[in-house]
Structure formats: structure tokens, C-alpha cells
């Protein structure tokens, strides 16, 4: 069991040092033989498991906005889609992920199911105390809804995300959320107008398009 646990702290410092370079694709192929060994080792319902499954999710959920920014969307749609069988086990990356998915769709420019995926990712995160990026995906809707002409619905939820990105800030005592959600507040008038997107990726990382 030590060797295990020498090999996987190997293996760990290793990914680390391939995302410190940007390296992703090298990174992933790590955690991939982390998760292999921590399945053999510990179960796929151990606390250890879960753990590289999650950083896996995120990574496949970075790689796929990388490649969507670069309009490479079949590459884009396969990292998603591994991302959501990884997260079937989490809440929260399961909300990311179906947030992403919908960055996907809108940018393809299939709405319905961008909207789909957007409703998805807010029941669960409505389920969630103090979701961090709850008020993303009301921001999200309305780049969404008002695409599809539903003003009202525009105004509701842009309405909702101003609260929550209120309500939020009271609940998170950390400096970076508390940032984050201001910024929301600042920004809400742009989703309105423009056809800009964020693509949440977990932690503090986040892209917009």
C-alpha cells in the first residue's frame, strides 16, 4: 500500500507540473492513471476515487472551452461528454458541466437545447447552499432567452441573477467569491444587451465569450 501511495503522489506532482505549463492534455492522461490505480486500490466509492474524478471533470470541462474557443467543436463536444460521465457522482460538476454544455450548444447556435442544459444546471445549483456560480447561470439564461426573444423571461431572470449575486455575497465570506459576484452585479446590463457567455469551469477559473 505504501508503494501505491508513493506512485500516486508521483503521479499527482506530475499533473501539477503539466497544468503549471498549460500542458492539459498531458495532465489529463495522468489523472487518468491515477483514477485506475485509485479503482483498483481503493474502490470506485472511495473518498480517493471521487477526489481524481472531480479534478478529472474540471480538466475535461477546461479542455473542452479551450477547444470551443478555438472552434474545434467535435474535439470540444467529446471532452464535455466525458465530463458529464465523470460527474455523475457530483453535484456540483454536474452543474458546471451542463453549464458548459450549454456554452456549446448557444455557440453552435442551437438554443432549445442550450436552454435545456441551462435549466439542468439551475435546479441543481438552486438545490446547492451558495452555489458560486448560481448567478452565472441566470446570466447565461439571458444571453440564451434573449436570442429567442422572450423579453420577459429576459427581465425575470436577469432580475434573479442581480439577487442572488446579492444574496451570495452576504453567505460567502471569501474575497474571491465576493469579487466575482460584484463583478456580476457590474456586468448585468451587458448580458442584457450583448451576446456574451461565461463558461464556468470550477474554482476561480472562468472564460467568457
Known amino acids: 500500500m505504501d ?3 508513493e506512485r500516486l503522489l508521483q503521479l499527482d506532482q506530475q499533473a501539477q ?14 489523472f487518468e492513471e491515477m483514477l485506475m490505480i485509485k479503482k483498483s486500490a481503493y ?3 472511495s473518498e ?9 471533470c474540471e480538466l475535461c470541462n477546461l479542455i473542452a472551452m479551450i477547444f470551443l474557443q478555438k472552434e474545434k467543436f467535435d474535439a470540444s ?18 452543474a458546471i458541466t451542463y ?18 442544459y441551462l435549466q439542468q444546471a439551475l435546479e441543481i445549483e438552486i438545490r446547492q447552499e451558495a452555489a458560486p456560480s448560481l448567478a452565472d ?20 431572470q436577469h432580475a434573479d441573477a442581480l439577487e442572488h449575486a446579492t444574496i451570495d455575497q452576504r453567505h460567502l465570506s471569501s474575497y474571491k467569491y ?28 472562468m472564460f467568457e465569450v
Open 48 to 56: 480517493e476515487y471521487f477526489k481524481t474524478s472531480d479534478k478529472l
Open 17 to 30: 507540473q503539466f497544468q503549471q505549463q498549460n500542458k492539459y492534455l498531458e495532465a489529463l492522461n495522468v
Open 178 to 205: 465576493q469579487k466575482g459576484f460584484m463583478q456580476n452585479i457590474k456586468e448585468g446590463q451587458k448580458y442584457l444587451k450583448g451576446g456574451s457567455q461565461k463558461y464556468y469551469l470550477g474554482g476561480d477559473k
Open 43 to 45: 474502490g470506485e466509492d
Open 99 to 116: 453549464n458548459n454544455l450549454a456554452c456549446f450548444y448557444r455557440r453552435n447556435g442551437k438554443l432549445r437545447s442550450a436552454l435545456q
Open 137 to 156: 447561470t441566470h446570466l447565461n439564461m439571458c444571453a440564451v432567452l434573449s436570442q429567442l426573444n422572450r423579453v420577459r423571461n429576459v427581465i425575470q
Open 77 to 94: 463536444l467529446e471532452f464535455l461528454k466525458k465530463a458529464d460521465l465523470l460527474a455523475q457522482s457530483s453535484t456540483r460538476y454536474k
Open 3 to 5: 508503494s501505491i501511495r
